[in-house]
């Protein structure tokens, strides 16, 4: 009984003397978030690791030693380096177009113009939505019969256009493409214009009054100061590009066929509908591997860390 | 030189009503259709606009009770999004002022942020199957929480930053212990950006779809895949897909709205501060 008060006395001068960073709260209050990224970062890799080396499919659990077998099918399966394919060329096309047309409207709404923060509001909107809400929109808008968009190209063709976006294989890609700029320009753009207007313009007016033309200040003046976020913008829609599966699920769900299946989309059936555990497993290394790599590649390049 | 500015104006005028038109147009037309009748949804040529506003749409989703996707949206974001913050700010703090785990550290957590969410989520459906937890709120809340983690000590760390040491200093000297420093000097000095960090947190958990996808059977569906159990076929239903879709933005909007000041740094991961 008589230890408690000193014990509390104890605690209050010790509490006085804490002026030196205490090294076990530290750790304390990165426990939490440790444990839970280790539980979203770190397990799935050793669970997939483990099991990819086995040989479980929904009817048959069988946890003997299978060696490289599922990673050996990795290399034969066609469909799944179609849809890394397919993903690739998603990326390549969106990824620079998103960059372009973000780069051409932040220069447009660069200079004041009344009603510029009413225009940039409402553009940025789309990027705000969820993805998949995005891909169900476009669905809705490029309706072969009751979409606006079939009818706007009749209005222009001058007779009755039926284009079955979704389904017809030439199409598919354009529709995809389009809902994908659509939603994420905004968001270049948006990211763009304030690295644009951050650009110290005494530079650039001394530039202009000895004659340099537009390309040329924006080459030698503008692109070097905006670089820096430029890179990380391209650097989060690249990885998310990489990523698709909304929009897709919500659009043409990998059809026609497997004409848009993405690396997202093939994993997902082969886990969740055709239940190959432990060959999924191999697919969710692989692809955990690859982007460990390019993303830690990237952001070490790019200083993002710092 | 006047008139060429002038001209030089409109011009710029055209061409941000039609960039307007682009990405303003298929937001207004979801939103249309999610007031129109059925004959004006199926109408050939399209109706432009209703002539009259009706929310029999959105009755019918709260009479079925698919309205109640919202509130799981609403409960899982939200519980999400206060446990991460808490969370990942005292991380962010950590790594601020302890220099804890160094850059690598730094690298790593960014990293999982970057992750594709397909990679993982099949071992942890796996391991919630196992535990369980599938179609739970716990489950998600815990998967949300863990996947938003990066983002706010991304975030927390920029914001903890250009809080100056000295306010630390000196309640440190005045006998405040390491906890109460945080919880009574960092949060509150911290608090625009804990507010601007968590409605982007909460804006990317509500707009979540794959983990949601692959974790939720019945009971705690998300008001994004229950816009999808509609798509079927010849069949989708128009008028659900809309105004479900509507309720489920028309949040979004709000809320980003409000935070115009932030989106800039919200979205690009603090590259850009201001």
């Not at chain 1, 709260?25 to 990224?37: D, E, G, H, K, T």
């Not at chain 1, 763009?192 to 207007?197: E, F």
């Not at chain 2, 109640?68 to 999400?80: E, F, H, K, Q, R």
């Not at chain 2, 159990?229 to 979004?252: D, E, R």
């Amino acid at each position: 009984m008589t230890y408690a008060p000193r014990a509390k006395h104890e605690s209050t001068v010790s509490r006085q003397s804490t002026r030196m960073p205490d090294h076990n709260f530290r750790y304390w209050i990165i426990a939490p978030s440790v444990f839970l990224l280790l539980l979203i970062g770190l397990f799935p890799l050793i669970y997939s690791l483990v099991v990819s080396f086995q040989q479980i499919t929904m009817t048959d659990y069988d946890t003997s030693f299978a060696g490289l077998d599922n990673y050996l099918h990795l290399f034969e399966d066609a469909r799944l380096w179609q849809s890394i394919a397919h993903t690739l060329v998603i990326t390549v096309i969106a990824l620079p177009l998103e960059l372009l047309f973000g780069l051409a409207m932040a220069h447009l709404f660069l200079e004041k113009m009344p009603g510029r923060q009413i225009f940039i509001s409402l553009i940025v909107l789309p990027t705000v939505i969820s993805p998949v809400v995005a891909g169900a929109t476009w669905r809705l808008l490029f309706d072969q019969r009751y979409g606006p968009i079939n009818q706007v190209i009749s209005w222009l063709a001058g007779h009755e256009v039926v284009l079955l976006w979704n389904i017809t294989p030439h199409l598919v890609y354009p529709a995809i493409l389009i809902c994908e700029i659509w939603q994420w320009t905004p968001f270049m753009f948006l990211i763009l214009l304030a690295a644009l207007s951050n650009v110290d313009k005494s530079l650039t007016e001394a530039a202009e009054l000895d004659g340099a033309g537009f390309w040329r200040i924006f080459f030698k003046i503008v692109l070097p100061a905006i670089w820096p976020v430029m890179a990380i913008a391209i650097l989060i829609r690249g990885v998310d590009l990489f990523k698709i599966f909304d929009v897709i699920w919500a659009l043409t769900s990998g059809g026609p066929g497997t004409m848009t299946e993405t690396v997202s989309i093939y994993t997902y059936v082969q886990g969740f509908q055709q239940f190959e555990t432990s060959y999924t497993a191999a697919i969710a290394f692989l692809i955990v591997g690859l982007m460990s790599m390019v993303v830690i590649w990237a952001i070490r390049r790019m200083g993002l860390a710092k | 030189m006047a008139l060429n500015r002038r001209l030089n104006l409109f011009g710029r005028y055209i061409l941000a009503c039609c960039l307007l038109v682009f990405f303003v147009f298929p937001i207004y037309w979801l939103f249309i259709i999610s007031f129109k009748t059925p004959d004006e949804i199926f109408h050939f040529p399209p109706v432009w606009y209703p002539k009259n506003i009706q929310f029999a749409n959105f009755s019918v989703l709260f009479k079925d009770g698919d309205a109640i996707s919202v509130l799981n949206s609403l409960i899982l974001a939200g519980t999400s999004t206060v446990i991460a913050m808490v969370f990942g700010t005292m991380c962010a703090y950590s790594l601020v002022r302890f220099k804890t785990g160094g850059e690598n550290f730094a690298v790593w957590v960014i990293s999982q942020r970057l992750m594709p969410p397909i990679a993982i989520i099949f071992p942890i459906f796996l391991l919630y199957v196992y535990l369980g937890w599938v179609d739970t709120y716990g489950g998600l809340i815990i998967l949300y929480t863990a996947f938003n983690l990066p983002y706010v000590i991304w975030m927390m760390r920029g914001y903890i930053e250009d809080i100056p040491l000295e306010l630390e200093e000196s309640a440190l000297v005045d006998g405040c212990s390491r906890w109460r420093v945080l919880w009574k000097v960092v949060f509150p000095m911290a608090r625009t950006g804990l507010f601007a960090t968590a409605v982007f947190t909460f804006v990317f958990a509500w707009n979540e779809f794959i983990f949601a996808l692959v974790l939720t059977r019945t009971e705690v569906v998300t008001y994004t895949v229950q816009v999808t159990h509609y798509f079927g076929g010849q069949s989708n239903f128009w008028a659900k897909i809309a105004a479900m879709s509507a309720l489920g933005t028309v949040p979004v909007f709000i809320t980003v709205s409000l935070l115009q000041r932030f989106l800039v740094r919200g979205i690009s991961m603090g590259a850009v501060k201001g």
